[in-house]
């Protein structure tokens, strides 16, 4: 036992300088070992494109990103992983629309020396081009949603400033513009003209300028006319002790004026609005019965509304005592 403790002691301890540069050795030679050793990995490297130039547009939308498969030595692996440059596409030299083919040297170049580059996808992929254009259309309002449920917009008096704009895109799309909208408008809630500026809708591939317009929409109360058919006629201050009744007992009315308030007037409260004001009937004293004929109604006036009796416009009254 005491023989196996002096080995293991003399193992350690005994030319400690050389055993420590035999170790340092090793660790070098196994990290050339490790870089010398080739691998084979499939990255993805950015894809970006520029030389297009200003009269054209890219109507085809190239992919993002390229999945190049690789083979290199691990210390060059790793420098590309860390670093991962994307690859600049030049468009200037496509001048229509075409195939565009991407080569595995064109990665290898990208991506220096030391590294093989053996296989791309996509390795092809259409290019789409279309000419840059520019028009002058008129401005057209687009109301969502409507004032209500009382009020209208006046829409031959409505307008914007300026009244047209200048739009630029691609021919394909410019040539199905007639006349650009402003973004949707949300009436409902408005009762007063409506005046203020509103951008223009947002479309794709397109632009417009000015981006916005001064808008102004008149807004008005509607109006309208409705026919109450059968209305009971009403006597209302009937002296105290005498019974009044009126015939005939039904009437038509019609209304006409401001909507919201004809709208007020209904067949089961028009007593309020038409009635025989029986305290403008003269009566004496003592008189057990007395006969009215041609009593016209009295019409309450209610604003921005014309009530008028269509038949019979006059009743005959009859006050009886009780």
């Given amino acids: 036992m005491k023989r196996f403790k002096e080995s293991l002691r003399s193992l350690f301890v005994n030319n400690v300088g050389l055993k420590l540069v035999a170790v340092s050795i090793a660790i070098v030679l196994y990290i050339i070992a490790r870089e010398e050793t080739i691998r084979e990995v499939e990255i993805e490297i950015p894809l970006v494109v520029s030389g297009i130039a ?17 083979r290199g030595n691990v210390k060059k692996l790793t ?40 296989s791309v996808t996509p390795s092809s992929f259409n290019l789409e081009f279309d000419e840059m254009q520019s028009k002058r259309v008129p401005v057209a309002v687009n109301i969502l949603k409507e004032p209500g449920p009382y009020w209208q917009v006046v829409r031959e008096k409505m307008y914007t400033e300026p009244r047209f ?50 808008l102004n929409i008149p807004i008005n109360e509607k109006k309208g006319s409705k026919i109450i058919k059968s209305a009971k006629i009403s006597v209302k201050g009937c002296p105290s002790g005498y019974a009044c009744t009126a015939s005939p007992a039904f009437f038509k009315l019609e209304i006409r004026g401001r909507q919201r308030m004809a709208d007020q ?32 109604p009295s019409v309450e006036k209610l604003k921005g509304v014309t009530m008028t009796l269509q038949r019979p416009k006059y009743f005959n009254i009859t006050l009886t005592r009780k």
């Fill in 79 to 118: 420098e590309i992983l860390a670093r991962r440059t994307p690859y600049e596409l030049d468009l200037s030299e496509y001048q229509s629309d075409q195939t565009v083919f991407i080569v595995p040297s064109a990665l290898e170049n990208h991506l220096g020396e030391g590294v093989k580059a053996l």
């Fill in 165 to 214: 704009v200048e739009v630029k895109g691609p021919a394909s799309l410019l040539g199905k513009i007639r006349q650009y909208h402003t973004e949707p408008l949300d009436l409902t809630n408005v009762t007063r003209d409506f005046t203020g500026k509103v951008a223009l809708e947002r479309r794709q591939g397109i632009k417009v300028a000015p981006t916005s317009v001064q």
């Fill in 265 to 296: 007037v209904t067949e089961e409260n028009v007593s309020q609005y038409v009635y025989i004001d029986a305290t403008k009937l003269p009566l004496e004293p003592e008189v057990l019965q007395k006969h009215f004929p041609a009593v016209e």
């Fill in 54 to 70: 200003g009269d054209r547009m890219l109507m085809s939308q190239p992919p993002s990103a390229l999945k190049v498969r690789i």
